[in-house]
């Protein structure tokens, strides 16, 4: 069965208020259309916030699209959250994939960071947000990640609250602890993945001063979107 995206609402409490009815926005209505549904035709729904919907189309009018919820449950529980900060890749496709690849892994947050070797200078969020829509309603999924606006990495250093262990993914011969060994399950996590030219030293000493542990993905070299696709991965696999 396809998931469609109702966002702006969290589903699970407006059907807990008798709120049953909601009109389909443009986007997924013209999604709706095309598939050719009609009344009494079943479909599910997320609100992107860990609520998955079973509704019914009420009203396919040629203006709007009605759905009519009948159950609401949550998606699994994860007892913990990950959260990934990025560099930005030059080439902007292949920070999309990342972006699709690791919302269908499971990430509760990706926050791209600005650093020194940096070559993109400019981001739109809002094409990063349906791409993770996309992904999220591909993959099945009812929870969406937040994707947050671009900040420079010595912004990220000031919020030492944003998870229980902190990770900077490194790539220097003296770095011998690898991520799957250093960090811990069902705590909430923050991994750091530097630009195509790797952090500045100043970075990564600024960054072991704000709590963050110098980790390894592997003896490969690897480019910084797989890097951080290894570090989803490995994060979701410690907490399986």
Known sequence: MHLFYLPGKNLGKAYRNGEVLHEVPAGEAGHLRVMRLKTGDRLMLTDGLGNYAEAILEDPGPKKFTVRINTIYPEAHR????????????????????????????????????????????????????????????????????????????????RPEAADQRFIAWIDDQVTLHLKDGCQPRKDTLVLIGPEGDFSKQEVEQA????????????????????ALAACFTVNLINA
Request: charged share 25%.
């Open 208 to 227: 072991v001063k704000s709590g963050y542990r110098p980790v390894s993905l592997g003896k490969a070299r690897l480019r910084t979107e797989t890097a």
């Open 79 to 158: 007892n913990f959250r990950l959260i990934m900060a990025i560099a930005p890749t030059k080439n902007i496709a292949r920070f999309e994939w990342f972006i699709e690849k690791a919302t269908e892994f499971g990430v509760d947050e990706i926050i791209p960071v600005w650093c020194e070797h940096s070559e993109r200078t400019k981001l739109r969020t809002d094409r990063l947000q349906k791409v993770a829509v996309a992904a999220m309603k591909q993959s099945l999924k009812a929870t969406l990640p937040l994707i947050h606006e671009p900040i420079p990495l010595q912004q990220l250093f000031k």
